[in-house]
């Protein structure tokens, strides 16, 4: 029962390049979401979905794009890296009305 | 959304209960409350949730108050492995789908 993944695990690149974090739940769970949690801090929204094909913004969405082509994926993308998006990334599923679920999370330093 | 207000640290010592106590009191009436914990910075771990009765499962006992404006989650016996950060949330209903906001939530260290 692997649950959710998320891919890479940990990641460093440069200001400006783009980078996608991925993130694939085996249970099909309806719900996905996607949260970054600075150091010391609690974790904020950046975009969730709630079926394939449907995504909506969080408290935090700007320089991040996400699609949902399939209900077992929710890749993250941000298009051109900066500094202040240096963060853990945490991806959650959930089914409707039930529990979330939180990934490992993803390790993410721009230099 | 109903905010939630933890206290930034407790301690406890090993073997004892730990009390961890929220307010939300601008719940609304089909508002869930949450808790999660996250230690060191793994992934948050689901604990409990409750809507107005007491619950209690294998980790942890939720006490609600009547008016639901507050709530208490217990470790009834504490472990070194219990010591990360706890957090109180309301799982709220917008733009299609439920969402949880998280707080600063509340450093639990547990004491030898």
């Known amino acids: 029962d692997a649950g959710i993944t998320q891919s890479p695990r940990y990641k460093i690149t440069e200001t400006g390049r783009q980078v996608t974090l991925m993130c694939h739940q085996t249970?099909?769970?309806?719900?996905m979401f996607w949260y970054r949690q600075d150091l010391g801090h609690g974790l904020r929204l950046i975009y969730y979905s709630a079926a394939a094909d449907i995504t909506d913004k969080g408290e935090v969405p700007d320089g991040y794009v996400v699609s949902r082509s399939k209900t077992e994926n929710f890749p993250l993308t941000l298009e051109s890296a900066t500094r202040s998006q240096t963060s853990v990334y945490f991806c959650a599923s959930s089914e409707s009305g039930n529990t979330i679920y939180f990934g490992e999370g993803s390790w993410l330093t721009v230099v | 959304d109903a905010k939630t207000t933890q206290p930034t640290s407790m301690d406890c010592a090993e073997g004892r209960a730990a009390n961890l106590p929220c307010n939300h009191s601008?719940?609304?009436?089909?508002?869930?409350v949450y808790w999660y914990r996250q230690i060191h910075s793994q992934g948050p771990q689901y604990i409990i949730h409750g809507l107005k009765n007491n619950e209690t499962n294998e980790m942890a006992s939720l006490i609600i108050t009547e008016d639901r404006k507050s709530s208490t989650l217990i470790l009834p016996h504490a472990t070194l492995r219990d010591t990360a950060v706890y957090y109180c949330?309301?799982?709220?209903?917008?733009?299609?789908?439920?969402?949880?906001?998280f707080g600063s939530g509340t450093r639990l260290l547990v004491r030898p």
């Open positions: 949330i309301v799982r709220f209903w917008m733009d299609s789908s439920y969402k949880l906001i």
């Open positions: 601008t719940i609304s009436g089909n508002e869930y």
């Open positions: 249970w099909s769970h309806s719900y």
